[in-house]
């Protein structure tokens, strides 16, 4: 209850908030209520927004306003499962690491190592071109296991500064297993730091499924914003002057990743003790 009161007094926060929740709900309302087809072929190639088409036509003679919907709904599905997965491996990694210590500590972390060291868009593109059909599902699992290694660094910093604290050295006393100490004495104080590093994920995975289909290698069958960006690219939309095909995906990648980032600049203010200060 405190911390949302706190978030509530975060300008950045709020800001971030209401531009991402706006985009969000956008994104998952239009659909439900005109439920157009995106991949509908409705006019001529790159006709110029009208009355018609708000946002006139791609390269393939469809609506590229609603193709702008659909795409942002199946970017912002990708960039919150890759978020979830890419999270969750990379808190439970940094918080058996920093809190066991030893020999687990120096093999999770030579793992994660391997994973720094190697670009984790090299693995990302070799992963997609061996793949057969990349559906949402699939874009956001392949995503969200090659983007986890800084967060459990960072997690693994967290965890080794609290095992040796007062109430974990009570619970291990009292017998409670490796899991409950974790998730009962460690994970509650740094909620806000997994919070703040599934934000920064979720946007990691919007970008760089943008950056994977404008390679030709986004999900099958499906409008993305990265998949819009692609055909614009592959059509020559820049060389036609048909920049409806091409800003307005551009533009809401950008809005989306500010949203977020803003969010985190807000959070990381409020529980950040060196900002704070």
Same mark, same amino acid.
């Given at each position: 209850?405190?911390?949302?009161?706190? @978030?509530?007094?975060?300008?950045?926060?709020?800001?971030?908030?209401?531009?991402?929740?706006?985009?969000?709900?956008?994104?998952?309302?239009?659909?439900?209520?005109?439920?157009?087809?995106? @991949?509908?072929?409705?006019?001529?190639? &790159?006709?110029?927004?009208?009355?018609?088409?708000?946002?006139?036509?791609?390269?393939?003679?469809?609506?590229?306003?609603?193709?702008?919907?659909?795409?942002?709904?199946?970017?912002?599905?990708?960039?919150?499962?890759?978020?979830?997965?890419?999270?969750?491996?990379?808190?439970?990694?940094?918080?058996?690491?920093? &809190?066991?210590?030893?020999?687990?500590? *120096?093999?999770?972390?030579?793992?994660?190592? $391997?994973?720094?060291?190697?670009?984790?868009?090299?693995?990302?593109?070799?992963?997609?071109?061996? #793949?057969? =059909?990349?559906?949402?599902?699939?874009?956001?699992?392949?995503?969200?296991?090659?983007?986890?290694?800084?967060?459990?660094?960072?997690?693994?910093?967290?965890?080794?500064?609290?095992?040796?604290?007062?109430? %974990?050295?009570?619970?291990?006393?009292?017998?409670?297993?490796?899991?409950?100490? $974790?998730?009962?004495?460690?994970?509650?104080?740094?909620? =806000?730091?997994?919070?703040?590093?599934?934000? #920064?994920? %979720?946007?990691?995975?919007?970008?760089?499924?943008?950056?994977?289909?404008?390679?030709?290698? +986004?999900? =099958? *069958?499906?409008?993305?914003?990265?998949?819009?960006?692609?055909?614009? #690219?592959?059509?020559?939309?820049?060389?036609? +002057?048909?920049?409806?095909?091409?800003?307005?995906?551009?533009?809401?990648?950008?809005?989306?990743?500010?949203?977020? &980032?803003?969010?985190?600049?807000?959070?990381?203010?409020?529980? *950040?003790?060196?900002?704070?200060?």
């Amino acid at each position: 209850m405190n911390t949302i009161k706190l @978030l509530l007094k975060s300008p950045k926060f709020l800001i971030g908030f209401g531009l991402f929740m706006f985009l969000f709900l956008t994104a998952f309302i239009y659909p439900a209520v005109s439920p157009k087809d995106p @991949l509908e072929m409705v006019g001529f190639m &790159y006709e110029p927004p009208s009355s018609t088409y708000l946002l006139g036509t791609d390269n393939f003679g469809r609506d590229v306003f609603v193709e702008l919907i659909h795409g942002m709904k199946s970017s912002l599905i990708i960039g919150l499962i890759s978020g979830v997965i890419a999270t969750t491996i990379g808190i439970t990694i940094g918080l058996f690491a920093g &809190y066991k210590g030893g020999t687990t500590d *120096n093999i999770l972390n030579s793992i994660t190592n $391997i994973f720094l060291v190697i670009p984790p868009f090299i693995i990302l593109i070799l992963i997609t071109v061996s #793949l057969r =059909s990349r559906s949402l599902f699939v874009m956001g699992l392949v995503l969200g296991i090659t983007s986890w290694p800084w967060t459990a660094r960072a997690v693994r910093a967290q965890s080794l500064s609290l095992r040796n604290r007062e109430h %974990v050295d009570i619970a291990r006393l009292n017998g409670a297993s490796t899991v409950e100490i $974790i998730i009962r004495e460690i994970m509650p104080y740094i909620l =806000s730091y997994i919070f703040m590093a599934f934000i #920064l994920q %979720v946007a990691t995975g919007i970008l760089n499924e943008a950056g994977i289909s404008m390679l030709g290698l +986004g999900p =099958s *069958n499906i409008v993305s914003l990265g998949t819009m960006l692609s055909w614009a #690219l592959l059509f020559e939309s820049v060389r036609s +002057g048909a920049w409806w095909a091409f800003i307005p995906p551009a533009i809401i990648i950008a809005l989306i990743t500010f949203s977020l &980032y803003f969010m985190n600049s807000g959070m990381d203010e409020l529980f *950040n003790p060196k900002l704070r200060s």
